[in-house]
């Protein structure tokens, strides 16, 4: 079955900079594009980013856009999220997902915790 598991959130400071992974298994990652999403503490899902299934083709939320880059091994299943520029409102569990055909996030990670404080 399909399995995304994240990695790499932890405490950091503002100002730092910190990637996360996802690895993926259960299906043919080279084919499918991936999201990667957050919650805030006490708010709603907030899209961030994703990545067509060879890389081509990158897209990015405004409030990251500049500061996040995201990325893919597929040789490694593997989804990346680089994130630079941190600072508070970044404090949130992040999420990795697998989108279907028409772009639905079909299965989701468990999600690893960023907090961003001093």
């Known amino acids: 079955q399909v399995q995304l598991v994240e990695s790499g959130g932890g405490l950091v400071q503002p100002g730092s900079s910190l990637t996360l992974s996802c690895s993926a298994s259960g299906f043919t990652f080279r084919d499918s594009s991936m999201s990667w999403v957050r919650q805030a503490p006490g708010k709603g899902l907030e899209w961030l980013s994703d990545i067509s299934n060879l890389g081509s083709r990158t897209y990015y939320s405004d409030s990251v856009k500049g500061r996040f880059t995201i990325s893919r091994d597929n040789a490694k299943n593997t989804l990346y999220l680089h994130m630079a520029s941190l600072n508070s409102n970044d404090t949130a569990v992040y999420y990795c997902?697998?989108?279907?055909?028409?772009?639905?996030?079909?299965?989701w990670g468990e999600g690893t915790v960023i907090t961003v404080s001093s």
């Open positions: 997902a697998k989108e279907d055909a028409g772009s639905v996030m079909e299965y």
